[in-house]
């Protein structure tokens, strides 16, 4: 049972555009969705997360969107550089994120110059 | 350098062998996951530990046993390899259980 489904599989944006991933979940329990982001070679990296008391959360040009009521929640990558080129998880977990991660199967963005 | 140290970095073998996977966490953490990553399955929790009990079960087959020592550090036993288990695995550490996971450079295992 996949309890993160994550989409694309795959994103190729020119650089300077808005890049858009979406994660949606079942478990009404969860309550902590971090993003990953892991570069070729390397292990995942935490990017950026969220709780669901808040419906947005920004840092630099990474954006967390949350809709509680929908279940889902999406990463914008404003002014997508060719160095954002990685691979991305959402991930989710409950009581707070003191509990195991579930991880979606990931999107490979790719930034074209 | 996460702090996370996974050796080794890569490892080859054949079917029917047992390898050992180690992580060292970062300091202070004390709690130590494993994953699985794939190409078509993501990455798949397996095990967990937490200061040397373990604490949450995930997809981890019969064939596969880890441990997490009094000085932390966690070990991944694989036996009975076949070639599906080819993959990376990556180690994970954080403070807490689940929060800020910290994750190592993986081992690339290859099973011929």
């Known amino acids: 049972q996949q309890q993160v489904k994550q989409s694309p599989q795959s994103l190729i944006v020119q650089k300077g555009g808005i890049s858009i991933i979406n994660c949606a979940y079942e478990?009404?329990?969860?309550?902590?969705f971090p993003w990953y982001q892991q570069f070729t070679g390397k292990g995942p990296a935490l990017l950026i997360a969220?709780?669901?008391?808040?419906s947005e959360k920004k840092e630099g040009r990474f954006t967390i969107s949350f809709n509680k009521s929908a279940k889902q929640f999406s990463l914008h990558i404003m002014d997508s550089q060719p160095g954002d080129s990685a691979t991305y998880f959402c991930?989710?977990?409950?009581?707070?994120?003191?509990?195991?991660?579930?991880f979606g199967k990931g999107t490979m963005l790719l930034v074209s110059p | 350098d996460s702090g996370v140290t996974q050796t080794p970095k890569h490892l080859i073998t054949a079917t029917g062998q047992r390898v050992t996977l180690r992580c060292s966490p970062r300091?202070?953490?004390?709690?130590v996951y494993w994953y699985q990553q794939s190409l078509d399955q993501g990455l798949q929790f397996l095990i967990q530990?937490?200061?040397?009990?373990?604490?949450a079960k995930g997809n981890i087959l019969e064939r596969f046993s880890a441990q997490q020592f009094p000085d932390l550090h966690s070990e991944l036993n694989l036996s009975s390899l076949e070639l599906g288990d080819s993959a990376l695995y990556f180690c994970?550490?954080?403070?807490?259980?689940?929060?800020?996971?910290?994750f190592g450079s993986g081992t690339r295992l290859t099973v011929v």
């Open positions: 478990n009404t329990a969860f309550d902590y």
């Open positions: 300091s202070g953490d004390l709690s």
């Open positions: 530990y937490y200061n040397g009990e373990e604490r």
């Open positions: 994970a550490s954080s403070v807490e259980i689940g929060y800020g996971y910290t």
């Open positions: 991930a989710a977990s409950k009581n707070s994120g003191y509990s195991t991660l579930t």
């Open positions: 969220i709780r669901p008391d808040v």
